[in-house]
């Protein structure tokens, strides 16, 4: 695509609000490996050949020969070096590029997203609504204050109906997307190098990563990562139609640049606990497959009873992988205001073609996927919508019906309440 549209690529950059003159260190590189992979392919054809000539060589020309074929070994080990050497600088260069927008993608920043439906009605009440840190402090289902005492500033414990919480949302996550043909997956939250960089979390995202660097490892942000390199250099059969999997895991973030926002509570925290959806399939079937996700994770949101809009996020807030991007935003009563609480991705063949993950197309040949990932159920932040959302007047919080199962049949959290399922 680089090669035959560059122009298309540099339009991308600008809407990102990247550097586009990253397009033309790309096209320099291309051009650099091509010439050093021709020369040592020139070498070597000359060095076989003058190998070749020395059996018929007569032994006045013979001495001659041999030099040549001794220069010609002494090049074609520089040759390959430099072709080496061209190769690193070109993959640091295809590195260096975020995925190309899709068109339909609106301009602009932050600010920009385009709100594309609202459902459900924001809630009223005839008292004044209390946050949820408070309201969970009173169930004693936060407590931020041991949290920082352990493990410091942005972490938290959940205890009792907290606790609770937490499991019946990855019930009901995990339970409805198997539901809709996921195969559920365990991901662990340490991954390789090879994986974080394959899914773009290693380039302009490395200040949110935690590293272990004794044992060269990444706590990921997302079991997206995970999930994505799971098939790293695999040809997948998707000749039934998209693979999917529903991926449960811890999730760390350092959350750099984001001090003085939300640092009351567990909205924006270091740790907390996923559900996401990933999705393997062919390039031709993404934006369907995306939409497709969109619908999971409202009729989610629909099921916790929460009211949300859908939005369309603006090219210059795009992540590195991903070609477009919808978020879902909750209402938050004491900000008044939408926030996020899930976004879903169509990365096209950008993680796919990093990781060397392929499938085969009708003719059998093989072709790079398309990975796609939505996030179903960031626990935390989704426990701090549901208590701001369901609260009332005595301190209680409402129990959306979906959730009832795994909360022991409990219709209401109330403070000091025993946790035994009801009778």
Known sequence: ???????????????????????????????ERRAAVHRADDLRAEQKAVSQSVKKATPE????VLERARALSAEVKAAEEATRAADEALRAAHLAIANVVAPEVPPGGEDDAVTLRT?????????????????GTALGAIDMERGAKVSGS?????????????????QLAITRAVAAGFTPVVAPALVGAQAMEGTGFLGEHLEEVYRVERDDLYLVGTSEVALAGMHADEVLDLSAGPRRYAGWSSCFRREAGSYGKD?????????????????FCAPEDAQAEHLRLLQWEEEFLQAL?????????AAGDLGTS???????????????????????????????????????DADGRPQTVATLNGTLC??????????????????????????RPWLGGHAVLTPGMSLAPTP
């Open 1 to 31: 695509m680089l090669r035959d549209d560059p122009d298309a690529v540099r339009a991308s950059q600008r809407a990102r609000g990247d550097d586009e003159s990253r397009v033309d260190t790309l096209l320099a590189a291309d051009a």
């Open 119 to 135: 459902v459900g009605e924001v809630p009223t009440y005839d008292f004044e609504p209390r946050d949820h840190l408070d309201i």
């Open 305 to 313: 009873e929460l009211p949300y809009r859908v939005v369309d996020i």
């Open 61 to 64: 020309e013979r001495p001659a």
């Open 378 to 403: 960031a626990i935390a932040r989704t426990i701090a919508c549901l208590l701001e959302v369901h609260q009332r007047a005595d301190g209680s919080v409402h129990v959306p019906a979906a959730l």
């Open 263 to 279: 640092t009351k509570g567990i909205i924006r925290v270091h740790w907390f606990d996923k559900v996401e959806m990933f999705s």
């Open 154 to 170: 942005r972490f938290y414990f959940l205890t009792g109906p907290g606790a609770l919480l937490e499991f019946a949302l990855a």
């Open 322 to 360: 991903a070609s477009r991007k919808y978020d879902i935003e909750a209402w938050f009563p004491t900000q008044g205001t939408y926030r996020e609480l899930t976004s879903t991705s169509d990365c096209t063949t950008f993680q796919a073609r990093r990781l060397g993950i392929r499938h085969r």
